[in-house]
């Protein structure tokens, strides 16, 4: 039932976005990000034989929680390549030039042929999520191939979809990570009790 719930969210966000954008910037924007989005990753990438470390944040905020480990990993491992994701206009717009990042890019849209066909043409070796958001088809993919998959700077409070009674859907989207880095102890506590 889960997974049926949450297709039909991604249908009606993306019907949403396709409503709002001859009023909405925003919503313009989320959508003409992502015309022909694999084609521009593909040209991009190309033929990169380099390991690559993806980041993924949902908006600008998430991207500057997550800057300083993206920053100290590039300059540590400097034969990576760094692809960036963002799902917000607020945050791609601002950083789509970020000269810390080889890549970046909208996320498409959660889906199952969009999730292996992102990994196919990235090859990330390691990915890093920040705080929050969590998009099943790609989390799902990526403990599928047995990628290492960090949450970085979580954060989790009661009242969560992940600590009700009908949050199993969402519960198992937390196994998908290697590891869950916290922002305090009573996010830890928390996790601790599910």
């Known amino acids: 039932?889960?997974?049926?719930?949450?297709r039909l969210f991604l249908w009606l966000y993306k019907t949403g976005?396709?409503?709002?954008?001859?009023?909405?910037?925003?919503?313009?924007?989320?959508?003409?990000?992502?015309?022909a989005i694999f084609t521009?990753?593909?040209?991009?990438?190309?033929?990169?034989?380099?390991p690559v470390l993806w980041m993924h944040c949902a908006s600008l905020g998430e991207f500057e929680q997550g800057r300083p480990l993206l920053e100290e990993l590039k300059r540590k491992y400097p034969g990576y390549k760094i692809f960036l994701?963002?799902?917000?206009?607020?945050?791609?717009?601002?950083?789509?030039?970020?000269?810390?990042a080889d890549y970046v890019f909208y996320l498409p849209i959660d889906s199952a042929k969009n999730a292996a066909r992102?990994?196919?043409?990235?090859?990330?070796?390691?990915?890093?999520?920040?705080?929050?958001?969590?998009?099943?088809?790609?989390?799902?993919?990526?403990k599928k191939r047995n990628i290492p998959?960090?949450?970085?700077?979580?954060?989790?409070?009661e009242g969560q979809v992940f600590f009700?009674?009908?949050?199993?859907?969402?519960?198992?989207?937390?196994?998908?990570?290697s590891h869950l880095f916290v922002q305090n102890n009573e996010a830890k506590k928390l996790l601790g009790t599910i």
């Not at 994701?85 to 810390?100: A, L, T, V």
């Not at 998959?149 to 409070?157: A, E």
């Open 164 to 177: 009700t009674f009908y949050g199993g859907f969402y519960r198992k989207m937390l196994t998908c990570f």
């Open 118 to 142: 992102l990994l196919d043409i990235v090859k990330p070796q390691l990915v890093l999520w920040v705080k929050y958001e969590y998009w099943f088809f790609y989390l799902s993919e990526i």
């Open 17 to 35: 976005a396709v409503f709002l954008s001859p009023w909405n910037k925003k919503a313009a924007r989320w959508l003409s990000g992502r015309k």
């Open 40 to 50: 521009r990753i593909e040209e991009a990438i190309g033929q990169n034989k380099a």
């Open 149 to 157: 998959l960090l949450l970085v700077s979580g954060i989790f409070r």
């Open 85 to 100: 994701s963002f799902f917000s206009p607020s945050g791609y717009e601002i950083r789509k030039d970020y000269n810390g």
């Open 1 to 6: 039932m889960g997974i049926i719930i949450y």
